[in-house]
């Protein structure tokens, strides 16, 4: 684990709308488990609207979203937007084999927090969420 | 701090009454990660109504009860809100969860009737999670009518969640074993409503009428009848939502009936009983982890290792200093 964080990171991970391949989001719900994290975990079927409700419920810090199919590219955005809306801040990571370096380029411009790739280190993936999540936790106002 | 922790508690604590639920997320993290925080919100807490009715869901892991909670909430009758705490087990090796009941609660999400929260065992072992009584009690000032506990997958001893819930259900699938297995366990002596999920799976009706030969009441006259809650059996197929209809009316009979014996002030008391049970432990076992592994607690465990002193005179000793470690903790907690 690479830094302490006091309670440890909760993040919601999921796919989006039809994208098919649970593995890796599994995978990576394994990961982050093992590395001290509490991890929501949605399976398939999640449009940005699920993942932003399950993350306001939750209290999360992240939204996850393991991409193995095009779907990242029409609802991103809107995942972005309706997350800014909370008064917390929450951060969104993406991961997944199909993201191309140039959106991965594009994907951070627009606000997401981090992109990992598919030969993505244990380490690597488990050192961006425990940032992701300090981050969220340092900007989130303590407003009412 | 606690100043503008309280003011900021109040703030969140008015706008989780009316339905919002970022709100009661944030209140519930803090009751939840526990520490000096949650005594600020304890502070706000005070005096507030306690309206909800606490269900407990239990029984062994796969039998259906995220489905059935899921569903029970979606479809509770009325335009009362309904909040669900569904607790999943911890790693004992990282101290990390994967908590996937919300993947059997998918009608929830956009519900704006239905809040639910994943919860993290975080090292309890009686099928509730650290800090759950107080995440119920917040709850329960926020205007729900129903507040759903769902708890770990359970075998037969694990029975916390009766002195928390006011109504409590267990939830059998054909196939498990039995009618002895359902006789031996505890879980059998305290459940007010017996849930058969997988009625499609076949061999329902036998769990069925073994359940209701083991939970039947004995009683004389009408008049005694209508003080002994004859608890029932109901067959469900919970991915269907077959059968539902039947256990909400059971658990609103059940709410009646403690309201109309007396027997809610008693469970209410229950539910104050463990919280305070729950803090306690939490208070003592820190002070007693620090102890033990302190240079004084290293020599007495030697001493103790080697035959040189006995329990008893060691535990004079440290109870002892326990409690002055305690005092001096809740002297710097309070606010």
Redesign the interface.
């Known amino acids: 684990m690479t830094a302490t964080l006091t309670p440890p990171p909760r993040i919601v991970i999921g796919t989006y709308a039809l994208d098919q391949h649970e593995v890796a989001a599994l995978m990576v719900a394994r990961v982050l488990r093992d590395a001290g994290a509490d991890v929501i975990y949605l399976g398939r079927f999640n449009m940005p609207e699920h993942f932003v409700d399950a993350a306001i419920q939750e209290d999360a810090d992240i939204i996850g979203v393991s991409c193995h199919s095009w779907e990242y590219l029409e609802l991103t955005d809107k995942l972005l937007e309706l997350s800014s809306q909370l008064d917390r801040r929450v951060s969104v990571v993406l991961g997944g084999s199909v993201i191309t370096t140039s959106d991965a380029e594009g994907l951070l411009e627009r606000g997401v927090t981090a992109v990992l790739g598919p030969g993505a280190p244990k380490e690597e993936v488990v050192a961006a969420v425990w940032k992701a999540a300090e981050l969220a936790r340092e900007q989130s106002i303590e407003n009412g | 701090m606690s100043a503008s922790d309280r003011?900021?508690y109040?703030?969140?604590h008015?706008?989780a009454r009316g339905g919002y639920?970022?709100?009661?997320?944030?209140l519930?993290?803090v009751a939840l990660?526990g520490g000096v925080k949650s005594h600020v919100l304890g502070e706000v807490l005070r005096g507030r109504p306690r309206t909800a009715h606490i269900v407990g869901v239990t029984g062994p892991p796969g039998a259906g009860k995220s489905t059935l909670v899921g569903a029970l909430a979606h479809g509770w009758p009325g335009e009362g809100r309904v909040a669900i705490l569904a607790v999943d087990p911890t790693?004992p090796?990282?101290?990390?969860?994967?908590?996937?009941d919300?993947?059997r609660m998918?009608q929830v999400?956009?519900d704006n009737r239905v809040?639910?929260?994943?919860v993290?065992s975080n090292g309890r072992t009686d099928g509730l999670s650290l800090g759950i009584e107080r995440a119920t009690d917040l709850l329960s000032t926020l205007d729900f009518e129903t507040v759903i506990i769902e708890t770990v997958g359970v075998g037969q001893v694990e029975i916390e969640i009766t002195s928390l819930a006011d109504t409590t259900v267990a939830v059998f699938t054909p196939g498990q074993g039995d009618v002895v297995q359902a006789v031996k366990s505890g879980l059998n002596e305290v459940t007010d409503i017996f849930v058969v999920n997988k009625m499609d799976q076949g061999g329902g009706d036998t769990v069925i009428r073994d359940l209701r030969r083991v939970t039947r009441a004995a009683v004389g006259s009408a008049e005694e009848a209508e003080h002994v809650w004859q608890r029932p059996v109901v067959g469900v197929t919970a991915t269907e939502t077959a059968g539902l209809d039947k256990v909400v009316d059971e658990i609103i009979g059940h709410r009646e009936y403690l309201e109309r014996t007396g027997e809610a002030v008693v469970r209410q008391t229950n539910r104050g009983r463990l919280q305070l049970e729950s803090a306690l432990e939490e208070y003592f076992r820190e002070a007693m982890q620090d102890y033990l592994l302190s240079e004084n607690g290293t020599t007495l465990a030697h001493q103790l290792s080697i035959g040189k002193l006995t329990v008893i005179e060691i535990a004079e000793e440290i109870v002892a200093e326990l409690i002055r470690q305690v005092e001096s903790r809740l002297l710097a907690s309070g606010s």
Do not use: P, Q, W
């Not at chain 2, 090796?93 to 996937?100: A, D, E």
């Not at chain 2, 809040?115 to 994943?118: L, Q």
């Open positions: 003011e900021l109040e703030r969140l008015e706008k639920a970022e709100a009661t997320a944030r519930l993290s990660d790693s090796i990282s101290g990390g969860s994967i908590l996937g919300r993947v998918k999400s956009g809040y639910m929260r994943s993290a």
